[in-house]
């Protein structure tokens, strides 16, 4: 029989929490701010950015189960754009076009996190409002 799991409140993180750092991620932090500032105001660096926000917004769907697309799909997504006439037809699935709204809505709500990350947008009720309705829009 399963172990009944128990609730408990969040933890803060103890006071030693630098000991769960993981000295190799130091390294690939630092390659990644000197390639970065190599790469600034280019193509290639913007190119990356939107490439990677669309995969995170599309894995999001995926690892919720809120849609199940096959790799070469999500890639196609990722390399040419949502869009919904890419998006096969699915029996008892979602359609192709509510498919494409729901990233596109995790699409903004990651556009609104990385904004409050990066000091360009304050942590208040309209922020979050904003993620709650987009996150949960099209499901």
């Not at 040419?80 to 699409?107: M, N, S, V, Y």
């Amino acid at each position: 029989m399963p172990e009944e799991y128990r609730w408990r409140s969040i933890e803060d993180l103890p006071a030693s929490a630098s000991d769960l750092l993981d000295g190799e991620l130091n390294v690939l932090r630092e390659h990644w701010r000197e390639t970065a500032q190599e790469l600034s105001g280019t193509d290639a660096l913007r190119n990356f950015v939107v490439r990677m926000h669309r995969r995170w917004a599309i894995e999001t769907g995926q690892i919720e189960g809120v849609y199940n697309l096959d790799r070469g799909l999500t890639e196609t997504l990722i390399d040419r754009g949502i869009d919904a006439a890419l998006i096969p037809h699915q029996d008892g699935a979602k359609t192709p076009e509510h498919i494409a709204a729901i990233i596109t809505d995790h699409a903004n709500v990651l556009d609104g996190l990385f904004a409050f990350v990066k000091g360009e947008r304050r942590a208040t009720t309209p922020l979050w409002s904003h993620c709650f309705t987009n996150y949960n829009a099209e499901r």
